[in-house]
């Protein structure tokens, strides 16, 4: 007599195994929340654009109107008039540069030194990377004042560029230490068995290893000397040498442009756009740059 076999014990079913409807019903509803969400931020962006292009008095207007009746685009022009905006604008190009550079390579090369060499004092100096962050960067205006000013670099952009260094960095001494501490010494090691000095297994193997780290920490570092106001304008007096947001703010804080709303959105569009346009060039190397940092540290 055949014995029959045991019927095998169903398996339990999971939340994740849902009906087809259920799942696209699902999806639907968190796309049209995500898409919600999408709205409300980019609102305040296509309301000062929108600003820019009115005319003085539909912004006025008891009814405000989510379109313009007719676009004007005097406000441009009356900023491409003020004859600080386009030098202010080169400062700042300049000093951010030069903070981003500088901050890239020495930060870069203490980072190496941190990941890959073993000294005394070296969970001291990467926390100490870590604290520097952690203080306000008010506390540090008036010292920074007093060395510049003794060293006769206040008001002068070469100045400022320095006092840029104090956040630009730590931050890059921080992010880039879990890049290369990603990058297996293994490979240093078998460059310089194939004959290359350390060197040149730091420019052939831990240097193109590291460029999406290089990039996404040099745009948040761009990011930051290029919206920073306290300290330009705290170290620089004179107007010819002011930064674009100490101009931003002189401009909507003057008696003859305060009501000039369209101006202003202009001036703040104008002085923003470098740095969106810095970001949507280089967002996909930002995003792949964070994802490879991510894994250990």
Avoid at 147 to 173: E, H, K, R, S
Avoid at 213 to 233: D, R, S
Avoid at 235 to 253: C, E, G, I, P, R
């Amino acid at each position: 007599m055949a014995i029959a076999a045991p019927k095998p014990k169903a398996a339990r079913s999971s939340g994740s195994d849902r009906a087809p409807h259920q799942n696209r019903w699902m999806t639907g509803v968190w796309n049209t929340v995500a898409l919600a969400f999408a709205v409300v931020m980019a609102f305040p962006i296509y309301w000062m654009i929108l600003t820019t292009v009115k005319s003085n008095k539909d912004l006025l207007s008891q009814n405000p109107t989510f379109w313009p009746i007719h676009f004007d685009f005097s406000s441009y022009s009356t900023i491409f008039s003020d004859p600080n905006f386009l030098p202010d604008l080169g400062n700042t190009a300049v000093i951010t540069l030069g903070a981003v550079l500088a901050g890239l390579v020495v930060g870069f090369l203490a980072a190496v030194s941190v990941a890959r060499f073993r000294f005394r004092g070296r969970n001291f100096f990467i926390v100490s990377m870590l604290v520097v962050q952690m203080v306000p960067l008010l506390a540090l205006v008036i010292p920074m004042f007093i060395i510049l000013n003794n060293a006769g670099l206040y008001d002068q952009l070469i100045g400022v560029v320095l006092a840029y260094l104090v956040f630009t960095i730590p931050y890059v001494v921080w992010t880039l230490r879990s890049f290369i501490v990603n990058i297996p010494p293994d490979l240093d090691e078998a460059a310089m068995v194939d004959g290359c000095t350390r060197w040149e297994a730091f420019y052939r193997v831990v240097l193109p290893l590291t460029v999406p780290g290089l990039i996404t920490t040099g745009v948040y570092c761009w990011i930051q000397a290029w919206n920073e106001f306290v300290i330009a304008n705290t170290l620089l007096s004179d107007n010819n040498k002011q930064t674009s947001m100490v101009w931003l703010t002189s401009y909507s804080a003057s008696p003859t442009h305060g009501a000039d709303y369209g101006a202003q959105m202009a001036g703040a569009l104008l002085v923003s756009l470098p740095v969106i346009i810095l970001f949507v060039i280089f967002q996909k190397r930002v995003a792949s740059g964070l994802t490879a940092g991510a894994v250990k540290g």
